[in-house]
């Protein structure tokens, strides 16, 4: 009887650890980071940025102003925050947090579609606003996906890339 008991403990033992090896395992979701956070900290760093409006995944139309930016499934968006020039101009930065960064491909060609079409835009009406959307930038950390156009790109995107420095 006794015999069964240990047995029975030790199975169940190993049955937790597993759970906990599932629970724990599997694709990495890196660090737990805010996208409005991290936009706002990468706007601060461009002084040359004009005023912003502000959208996010926590406004009550989050879910339909993400289809300006974005036609990926909404479904797949964790959390995000895009700004975008108040005057019209080219500027926006956005940070998109998904569930899970096996769809950060598909976002990032969603994204240079958006610019594409951007430009298409700026062509008809705003010419001069062209080289800022040609020197636009999408990169990615894991499942988080950054859109920037602004004229201090590099600066920009080194900011979004400390976030994950400091982390490691």
């Known amino acids: 009887m006794e015999r069964i008991r240990q047995t029975l403990g ?3 033992a190993a049955l937790a650890l597993l759970a906990m090896c599932a629970c724990a395992g599997g694709e990495d979701a890196g660090p737990d980071l805010d996208p409005a956070d991290m936009a706002r900290a990468m706007m601060d ?11 996010s ?32 101009t080219a500027e926006e930065i956005a940070v998109v947090k998904l569930k899970d960064k096996g769809d950060a491909a598909a976002l990032m060609e969603s994204l240079h579609d958006h610019i594409k079409a951007r430009q298409g ?5 705003d010419p001069e606003q062209l080289p800022l ?18 004229k201090k790109s590099g600066l920009v995107q080194k900011e979004f890339q400390n976030f994950f420095q400091q982390e490691k």
């Open 45 to 55: 760093v461009d002084t040359t940025l004009p005023e912003m409006v502000e959208r």
């Open 57 to 88: 995944s926590r406004d009550a139309d989050g879910a339909d102003s993400f289809t300006y930016l974005s036609d990926l499934d909404y479904g797949k968006v964790e959390a995000y925050f895009y700004a975008c020039a108040d005057a019209g």
């Open 133 to 150: 959307t040609e020197d636009a930038v999408v990169t990615r950390e894991g499942r988080y996906v950054t859109l920037i156009v602004s």
């Open 121 to 125: 835009t700026f062509e008809e009406y």
């Open 10 to 12: 030790l199975t169940l």
